[in-house]
């Protein structure tokens, strides 16, 4: 899979995405992540992307045109679905990352400053996204949740995808069983008997009983 980002901060995902699983799945050829600063594509000498909403109003809005020329570049060598991260979008859910691993490239276009211009939702973006109703700095933290969602449910990106079937959210709604692990006894605090006792049927039941719906 392909995935370019469009955003202002690129410093702010350069390290994210260099780290952990999303690391590894890039050595391996599984995800390829571009980054592109949003101001390479600005139209005047001082690189402005933004400007004061028509109307009057507090904040500015991000400009369609740099926006549609970053779009047009990128779309040469990505004719992914494009993803805008923002605040009117439904939210992220686990099934949605599902269907987004298995596109095969991804545009996603971080927000920033109040918000974007109309036309770019209207004309150029396939589908808008938010991680939640409340409010952040920019798409760059969103994008972030976007793309590690994605990037571990690709196949041989986890070491052990036995695990990516039982974990919390893999069935709608199911969050997973409470998890010990050694010392058996730390400061008075027990692991329940039942998970050291060797019978699997008892610790299947245990683990149903616990896991959240």
């Not at 109003?57 to 369609?64: F, T």
């Not at 926006?67 to 047009?72: Q, S």
């Not at 006894?185 to 245990?206: A, D, T």
Request: charged content about 30%.
């Amino acid at each position: 899979m392909r995935i370019d980002i469009i955003t202002l901060f690129p410093e702010m995902l350069e390290p994210v995405f260099g780290a952990s699983i999303l690391g590894r799945a890039q050595k391996q050829k599984l995800v390829k992540i571009k980054i592109h600063d949003l101001r390479r594509f600005a139209l005047d000498k001082h690189r402005k992307v933004d400007d004061k909403p028509f109307g009057g109003g507090a904040g500015l809005v991000l400009k369609v045109e740099p926006i549609f020329k970053a779009l047009k570049f990128i779309c040469k060598s990505n004719r992914g679905k494009v993803i805008f991260m923002g605040p009117k979008g439904r939210i992220l859910s686990q099934n949605k990352l599902k269907r987004l691993s298995k596109e095969k490239d991804l545009i996603i276009l971080c927000g920033h400053y109040d918000e974007i211009d109309e036309r770019v939702r209207q004309h150029l973006i396939d589908e808008e996204i938010s991680i939640g109703e409340y409010i952040l700095t920019g798409g760059e933290i969103p994008a972030m949740v976007l793309i590690d969602g994605i990037a571990r449910l690709i196949k041989g990106a986890v070491g052990k995808e036995a695990s990516l079937r039982n974990e919390t959210y893999s069935r709608k709604g199911v969050v997973k069983h409470p998890q010990y692990t050694q010392p058996r006894e730390f400061n008075g605090w027990r692991v329940p008997e039942v998970l050291i006792s060797g019978h699997h049927g008892e610790i299947e039941k245990w683990r149903q009983k616990h896991s959240k719906s």
